[in-house]
């Protein structure tokens, strides 16, 4: 196994522009392939997810042109891919499958979508339920409730509300929302139980509503879709740079120096942007611009308790800075941790323990106790899981080696990661 040695550090400093949005790429590439009319986006993430978003919309007759560096032309389909047979493999791309599934129930084809071994482990049961409520027909070609799935024409039935569970991935309602457009017909979903990630939904139907579709929400637990709704191009777009990224170099910036991320701003669509307000909470100076933040050092490093529902992937590097805390942090509302790339959960608590933390693992929690000091060259598996690779990599700047397995996994969003943060610590 490749293995990457991180040499101990104590200081960051610098400035960096960080890679574009995966949830506001995958999606933008969607709803542009979906739209009547031609979208050129730019800023786009070039990463293994978006690769699988891309080649799976030129296997559905979508003409993409990469016109310029992380710059694609899209010709919309509107709303009728022109191949009805196709064959999806999209590794463990999560933000692709999903919403491909949801799309591809009501294209009126013969569609078959695997991914990796871990994407076959990765529940999509609830997603295929409020499918197949609404007329979609779905077949598993394996576990019940688990890709690969097999889907055929639908017969859009929306008599009813669609109800679909709230509380194991906010990707399935956001693949609801994002399909129910391409029917013409009024639907409503009603979500049952607490919403889990909102800000994600926020997304998108911040994006939906550029593409020209305006979706009535009654709280949390209703949306409605309007008949005869259909995506229109709004000809240029900029994805915003990633906040779940940005996490780790403001992290950085708080344990050791001073950094600032450009490509996000205050008043970004993205929930993660709140990673910055935790880190106020754990004693960070933080300092925000139009289309940058800056994190200092803190004094100390307090430790928090904290509801983590609205930051879910950005919780994981909260759980890293927990290592230099004056005493035991506790993240909570984490149980989707448990359905990412791996389990998240009992991955973090288990690398976490290598480098000298007591941790206390719960079904949607974790306790974190900080070392009397750091274990020096600790070998940190990633589970394939980029954000794994990425959070712990951080632990160097306790002064101590650290070694990464498997390093390449940050392809899924972020290639250049290492390179980016070896430009700022010291």
Known sequence: ??????????????????PGSKSISNRTLLLAALATGTTEIRDLLASDDTARMLESLEKLGVKLENFA???????GCGANFPNKNADLSLGNAGTAFRPLTAALAFSDGHYQLSGVARMHERPIGDLINALNQAGAKIEYLGNEGFPPLKISPATPNFSKPIQIRGDVSSQFLTALLMALPLTKQEATIEVIGELISKPYIEITLNLMARFGVQVHRDGWQ???????SQYISPQEIFVEGDASSASYFLAAGVLAGKVCVDGIGQHSIQGDVQFAEAL???GGHIEYGENHITANKAVKIKAIDLDCNHIPDAAMTLAIIAL??????????????????????????????????????????????????????????????????????????GGVPIVINDPKCVNKTFPDYFSCLAKIVQ
Not at 222 to 228: G, K, V
Not at 371 to 389: Q, S, W
């Open 69 to 75: 560096e992380n710059a694609w032309r899209v010709t």
């Open 222 to 228: 209703s949306f409605t879709i309007a008949a005869n």
């Open 324 to 397: 230099f805390a004056d005493g035991t942090t506790t993240l909570k509302n984490i149980a989707s941790w448990r359905v990412k790339e791996t389990d998240r959960l009992s991955a973090m608590a288990t690398e976490l323990r290598k480098v000298g933390a007591t941790v206390v693992e719960g079904t949607d929690f974790i306790k974190i106790t900080p070392p009397t000091k750091l274990i020096p060259n600790a070998v940190i598996d990633t589970y394939d899981d980029h954000r794994m690779a990425m959070c712990f990599s951080l632990v160097s700047l």
């Open 280 to 282: 106020k909470m754990m």
């Open 1 to 18: 196994m490749e293995q990457l040695t991180l040499p101990p550090a104590s200081r960051a400093d610098g400035r960096m522009t960080l």
